[in-house]
């Protein structure tokens, strides 16, 4: 949780789930579109060495204090995705 995650997009469950974890922290630009965008992102995160431990002391309390941490949250949007489905097959088998 100290150390920048860097994703790549893809067509797999796998890339897509992760770059919604990185855009949920708001590091978008750690987000990959090509394996080329790959290499670049962590080349250049990998050159900046103060970055890195700016990130290292941060990125802990960011990830806890982030939505990806907020169970309450979490399950009341669930809750709220199943009712609206709930009414979406109601109204549908009416």
């Not at 670049?40 to 970055?51: H, P, Q, T």
């Not at 941490?69 to 709220?80: K, M, S």
Request: hydrophobic share 50%.
């Amino acid at each position: 949780m100290g150390t920048p995650l860097v994703a790549l997009r893809g067509n797999w469950m796998g890339g897509r789930m992760t770059s919604a974890m990185v855009k949920a922290l708001g590091y978008e630009q750690w987000v990959a579109e090509t394996p080329a965008d790959y290499v670049r992102i962590i080349s250049e995160l990998a050159a900046d060495k103060a970055a890195l431990k700016a990130y290292k002391a941060m990125l802990r309390e960011q990830v806890i204090a982030s939505p990806l941490c907020d169970g309450p949250a979490l399950a009341r949007a669930v809750d709220t995705a199943f009712a609206w489905m709930m009414d979406e097959h109601r109204s549908k088998a009416s």
